[in-house]
């Protein structure tokens, strides 16, 4: 089992339970012990596109991570939390509630790299502990700004008091703060009431799947038709296809010479067998990240 489920997460569910969720999937199929991680942690509030890799997948979190994601994303104007969403305490108000008009004003500011600061209750490391748990513990983490980039931000709708916005972004990027600091342009207070990803890295909501048809597959014994293939979350990656003999080296880690491509990432491939994540330097083909798949001509 080597590819990605990805979860249409619901509301109320972490990141970490929603692993759990596909681990528990996985044993009730009869798959077995498989590892599992997620490509992006969703707060418990929002909603969306959950990339859970599986197997050899796994590999490949880290890209997941540090990919471009889509938010849609709903922000009341009038109250701020000390959380900035639902969940957290009123902290400061305004009687201001902006027009339509006034928020498209604002938005194109936000466009391109911008400074941000990350909530106080996030998971940024500071002196080795976890903004939100020094924060839960009455201390206020001195979190410095961020440079982050914001690709687009669409105004979708709104409704009295509140606006909903779509926003594509940059790995890092909070879109809570990025709420807080809208309506703070905006002369006002604001918080985080909806919060949905759309896509992430190359995975979309078409391709997502909810909790009750996991477990449905899961008691069909199935589950291997809800997966996508490892080489899903590498769709912009080109193939460079090699021989058995080089395929053999690769899987060593040794360096590769006398293959012509340019300066770049590749998906090396062995027929269709994913051997390695390998970069080119013009001159030789270095491993960055080797799977470990064989051909049945190789069992």
């Given at each position: ?8 997460k619901?509301?109320?569910l ?8 596909v ?39 880290g ?29 400061a ?5 902006p027009?339509?008009?006034?928020v ?47 690709y ?17 972004v ?5 879109i ?7 309506a703070?342009a ?52 080109p193939?460079l ?12 880690g ?46």
């Amino acid at each position: 089992m080597h590819g990605w489920i990805i979860l249409d997460k619901p509301h109320g569910l972490g990141s970490t339970q929603a692993v759990a969720a596909v681990k528990r999937a996985l044993r009730d199929s009869g798959a077995g012990k498989c590892k599992v991680g997620h490509g992006g942690t969703l707060d418990p509030l929002a909603t969306g596109v959950l990339p859970i890799a599986i197997g050899e997948a796994t590999k490949l979190a880290g890209r997941m991570l540090d990919s471009d994601k889509i938010y849609d994303f709903t922000v009341a104007f009038g109250a701020q939390t000390d959380t900035l969403d639902l969940e957290g305490k009123v902290i400061a108000t305004s009687d201001i509630l902006p027009s339509f008009g006034d928020v498209e004003d604002v938005l194109a500011d936000f466009i391109g790299e911008i400074d941000q600061i990350p909530p106080v209750y996030s998971a940024i490391k500071i002196d080795g502990a976890r903004a939100y748990d020094l924060a839960r513990s009455g201390e206020a983490p001195d979190i410095k700004s961020r440079r982050i980039t914001i690709y687009h931000l669409d105004y979708l709708g709104e409704e009295t008091g509140s606006v909903t916005l779509r926003a594509h972004v940059s790995k890092g990027t909070y879109i809570r703060s990025l709420a807080r600091d809208i309506a703070l342009a905006l002369g006002t207070v604001g918080h985080v009431t909806m919060l949905r990803r759309i896509k992430a890295g190359p995975f979309t909501l078409e391709s997502a799947i909810s909790l009750d048809k996991l477990r449905h597959a899961a008691n069909e014994r199935d589950i291997g038709g809800l997966m996508l293939p490892l080489t899903a979350g590498l769709d912009d990656i080109p193939a460079l296809p090699v021989s058995p003999d080089q395929a053999l080296m690769l899987r060593q880690g040794k360096v590769l010479t006398g293959i012509t491509a340019t300066t770049g990432l590749y998906l090396a491939t062995q027929g269709d067998i994913p051997v390695a994540l390998v970069r080119s330097d013009d001159q030789e083909i270095i491993v960055v990240r080797g799977f470990n798949l064989m051909s049945r001509e190789d069992d």
